[in-house]
């Protein structure tokens, strides 16, 4: 992304990449009868456009909205359960953790200061895979440090701190409590404490950002990333907020902000596709942050193929060599994009299905712009298993079509 969904990265726990900076390669469906197309239109949709589709000076002013913030931070996120050495918790999906005792850190709180060299010295490194391939980077960790008196370290003291620094840091959002945002208009750093009397430790979460000089991501952006990094933290051990019945209807949160704002451009796109390109044209749109393709078919027969796939239902598997009510072609659509004879429909939402043959998942969804009904199909770039597969994530993501999605955080 970046949510990067790239598949080696991904497994049930790790569904969410939801992004990535390779372009795809996907056959070009071929139905000569769905529309009389002569030639395709390629279109490549990137970030570079979004500066055309979001204004720049909004999106640097009036970073802090105390509202937009906890309505971020009270969000609930598809998430993943880690059993770790000394408890369990719970992380949104675009999370990776490692339990370390190794590193190089000295770090100044003020009245504390962690040290590696502390024989008792414990970590848990967290990767955030949003930010992977992103002129961009971060830097996250748990640090464990033994007190005795809680009131040692506290969140005023930290503020107190960073005021007395010879290079002043700007505090951003506190809630005087358990945590501080702060840094400049381009890097935005999370401090969270949160004592764990169990172990007799305090839980300190520290997260630094340094944004390079070619970075394409607004100071909104950054400080979207930031707020992140704090709604994980604080729920890091609120196993509670695990929904596992419909866990995955909670993906799009953990998108970037960046990538939520490509994917309302992408949307935007399609709908414009009509104007925009002649009828004779099959449209074929790359998209290098999510590693999909999107096919758009217009012509005569779509009504048909959307009248027959309004007979399929969740669950049903739908076998062309038995279905022999089906149009011509939907047929010839069908084993266009797939290779078996028999494929499953696993969800489906309005106009949108998620279906499989075995081996591809892909998503077909019908949509009417000025008059005209453009099939949609979305696919990426590998076969799938159960345990190793995108589509899900971007069938959640393409519900939101019509509306689009909030990019304020």
Same mark, same amino acid.
Request: hydrophobic content about 35%.
């Given at each position: 992304?970046?949510?990067? *969904?790239?598949?080696?990265?991904?497994?049930?726990?790790?569904?969410?990449?939801?992004?990535?900076?390779? #372009?795809?390669?996907?056959?070009?469906?071929?139905?000569?009868?769905?529309?009389?197309?002569?030639? $395709?239109?390629?279109?490549?949709?990137? %970030?570079?456009?979004?500066?055309?589709?979001?204004?720049?000076?909004?999106?640097?002013?009036? /970073?802090?909205? $105390?509202?937009?913030?906890?309505?971020?931070? *009270?969000?609930?996120?598809?998430?993943?359960?880690?059993?770790?050495?000394?408890?369990?918790?719970?992380? =949104? #999906?675009?999370?990776?953790?490692?339990?370390?005792?190794?590193? !190089?850190?000295?770090?100044?709180?003020?009245?504390?200061?962690?040290? &590696?060299?502390?024989?008792?010295?414990?970590? /848990?490194?967290?990767?955030?895979? +949003?930010?992977?391939?992103?002129?961009?980077?971060?830097?996250? +960790?748990?640090?464990?440090? =033994?007190?005795?008196?809680?009131?040692? @370290?506290?969140?005023?003291? #930290?503020?107190?701190?960073?005021? @007395?620094?010879?290079?002043?840091?700007?505090?951003?959002?506190?809630?005087?409590?358990?945590? /501080?945002?702060?840094?400049?208009?381009?890097?935005?750093?999370?401090?969270?404490?949160?004592? @764990?009397?169990?172990?007799?430790?305090?839980?300190?979460?520290?997260?630094?950002?340094?944004?390079?000089?070619?970075?394409?991501?607004?100071?909104?952006? *950054?400080?979207?990333?930031?707020?992140?990094?704090?709604?994980?933290?604080?729920?890091?051990? +609120?196993?509670?907020?695990?929904?596992?019945?419909?866990?995955?209807?909670?993906?799009?949160?953990?998108?970037?902000?960046?990538?939520?704002?490509?994917?309302?451009?992408?949307?935007?796109?399609?709908?414009?596709?009509?104007?925009?390109?002649? !009828?004779?044209?099959?449209?074929?749109?790359?998209?290098?942050?999510?590693?999909?393709?999107?096919?758009?078919?217009?012509?005569?027969?779509?009504?048909?193929?959307?009248?027959?796939?309004?007979?399929?239902?969740?669950?049903?598997?739908?076998?062309?060599?038995?279905?022999?009510?089906?149009?011509?072609? $939907?047929?010839?659509?069908?084993?266009?994009?797939?290779?078996?004879?028999? /494929?499953?429909? *696993?969800?489906?939402?309005?106009?949108?299905?998620?279906?499989?043959? %075995?081996?591809?998942?892909?998503?077909?969804?019908?949509?009417? !712009?000025?008059?005209?009904?453009?099939?949609?199909?979305? &696919?990426?770039?590998?076969?799938?298993?159960? @345990?190793?597969?995108?589509?899900?994530?971007?069938?959640?993501?393409?519900?939101?079509?019509?509306?689009?999605?909030?990019?304020?955080?």
């Amino acid at each position: 992304m970046t949510i990067k *969904l790239k598949k080696q990265r991904i497994t049930v726990c790790k569904k969410i990449r939801l992004i990535i900076a390779l #372009i795809t390669s996907v056959t070009i469906i071929s139905c000569a009868d769905l529309s009389s197309i002569k030639k $395709t239109e390629f279109l490549t949709i990137t %970030g570079e456009n979004l500066s055309e589709f979001y204004d720049t000076k909004e999106e640097n002013d009036s /970073i802090v909205d $105390t509202l937009e913030i906890n309505k971020v931070l *009270l969000q609930k996120s598809t998430s993943r359960i880690w059993e770790l050495n000394n408890f369990t918790v719970t992380t =949104p #999906i675009n999370f990776d953790l490692r339990e370390e005792k190794t590193g !190089t850190f000295k770090i100044d709180l003020g009245k504390v200061i962690i040290d &590696s060299n502390d024989p008792e010295f414990e970590r /848990i490194e967290v990767e955030d895979i +949003n930010v992977e391939d992103m002129v961009f980077q971060d830097y996250s +960790n748990f640090f464990y440090i =033994p007190l005795k008196n809680r009131s040692i @370290l506290t969140v005023e003291s #930290i503020i107190e701190h960073l005021e @007395l620094g010879i290079d002043k840091e700007q505090i951003f959002y506190t809630d005087n409590k358990s945590f /501080i945002i702060y840094g400049d208009n381009k890097n935005f750093n999370v401090i969270h404490l949160n004592y @764990l009397e169990s172990i007799k430790k305090m839980e300190v979460f520290i997260s630094y950002q340094k944004s390079g000089p070619f970075s394409d991501l607004s100071s909104r952006d *950054l400080f979207s990333l930031a707020l992140t990094k704090l709604k994980m933290a604080q729920n890091f051990h +609120n196993k509670d907020s695990l929904d596992e019945t419909d866990n995955w209807n909670y993906v799009i949160p953990t998108m970037s902000r960046y990538h939520r704002k490509v994917a309302n451009l992408t949307f935007d796109v399609i709908k414009k596709i009509p104007n925009n390109v002649p !009828t004779e044209k099959k449209v074929e749109l790359t998209l290098p942050d999510f590693d999909i393709t999107i096919d758009v078919h217009r012509g005569k027969n779509i009504d048909t193929v959307q009248q027959d796939f309004q007979s399929f239902r969740t669950a049903n598997i739908v076998s062309l060599q038995t279905r022999k009510s089906f149009q011509k072609t $939907t047929n010839n659509f069908i084993k266009s994009i797939f290779t078996d004879s028999e /494929i499953n429909v *696993l969800n489906r939402a309005n106009n949108k299905l998620l279906l499989s043959d %075995g081996q591809k998942k892909k998503i077909v969804f019908f949509h009417r !712009t000025n008059d005209q009904l453009m099939l949609i199909c979305v &696919s990426d770039d590998y076969e799938y298993s159960e @345990l190793d597969d995108n589509m899900d994530i971007y069938f959640e993501l393409f519900k939101n079509f019509e509306k689009g999605i909030d990019v304020f955080y």
